[in-house]
């Protein structure tokens, strides 16, 4: 497997299609600092480890109310009386920039806005000061206002209680403003991983430079570059690259045959054959060179 070792402090971020990248995170371990619970997760989980899902009104109890659902960690992890846990709810709401925090802790999740569902989901996120903050699309179905406002709030936190961050999201512009750290991810398989300025100024893995080239800028005027062919059937990945299906560049045994993960430095790895044959390769330079080899490749092994 994958390992990669969040540092108190750190943003790392998680990109890749949610179909593609997250079944193989959430169905992952996680172990905190190798010392996995050893009577399921609660010891950890809401505690040291918490979680902000994408869907704060279902993933919260319809029918308790926000202080209740909020302090609850408090209850179970520290021992809190309903009382002390009412009371942290309010300091948390007041925090998160929920106003008049003393009335809201009496309503009910369908009662707010969904900003405020979601600043009321990261208020109970951060109850027990985790180590680790783990934010599935924090900001899915936000207006622009409102994402700017939580990216901004979990950057201000992040900073003042010093917790790492793990940010699953498909958004290549949230992960430009707020990670420092970006681990791509294609099939539930890390296929690139290294800083936010090496990701994005200089990509490794077709799959990555695939997802920047499709994005729109303001910037400059050119063609959109879509990822030709359709996602993977997760219960039938090639032994080999999971990305060589719809890799412009694979040759026919890539596929076949597992890639390695290539180390450029400065902690920038990528899991492509293409380096192992060409060592100096930059795709980007390359790309019509490697084009035209896949295709001849492709025709002679079809004939």
Not at 74 to 94: F, M, P, T, W, Y
Not at 143 to 158: C, E, H
Not at 222 to 242: D, K, M, S, T, Y
Not at 252 to 281: M, Q, S, W
């Amino acid at each position: 497997g994958d390992e990669r070792h969040p540092q108190q402090g750190d943003r790392h971020r998680l990109p890749g299609a949610d179909d593609l990248a997250q079944p193989g995170l959430h169905r992952g371990r996680a172990d905190r600092r190798g010392d996995p619970p050893t009577r399921g997760p609660r010891p950890v989980r809401g505690d040291r480890l918490s979680m902000i899902f994408q869907e704060p009104m279902t993933s919260r109890n319809p029918v308790a109310r926000v202080g209740d659902q909020v302090g609850e960690p408090l209850v179970l992890h520290r021992g809190a009386s309903r009382k002390e846990a009412r009371a942290r709810a309010v300091d948390l709401l007041r925090k998160v920039g929920i106003a008049d925090p003393e009335r809201r802790v009496l309503a009910y999740p369908h009662e707010l806005s969904g900003g405020m569902r979601q600043r009321v989901m990261i208020a109970m996120a951060l109850s027990c000061d985790p180590e680790l903050l783990i934010a599935d699309e924090p900001t899915t179905a936000l207006d622009v206002t409102i994402q700017a406002q939580i990216l901004d709030l979990m950057n201000d936190l992040q900073k003042r209680l010093n917790s790492a961050i793990i940010l699953i999201t498909h958004d290549l512009g949230v992960v430009a403003e707020v990670c420092e750290k970006v681990l791509v991810m294609y099939g539930g398989t890390m296929v690139e991983y290294g800083t936010a300025e090496q990701i994005f100024a200089a990509p490794k893995h077709p799959y990555t430079l695939g997802l920047l080239e499709s994005l729109p800028r303001l910037d400059e005027r050119r063609r959109l570059v879509p990822i030709e062919g359709q996602p993977p059937n997760l219960l039938r990945l090639p032994a080999g690259c999971v990305f060589a299906p719809r890799c412009p560049y694979a040759l026919p045994d890539h596929a076949v045959n597992p890639p390695p993960i290539v180390d450029f430095g400065g902690g920038h790895v990528a899991r492509c054959t293409l380096y192992k044959e060409e060592p100096g390769l930059d795709i980007r330079l390359e790309a019509d060179r490697l084009k035209l080899a896949s295709a001849s490749a492709k025709e002679a092994a079809r004939g």
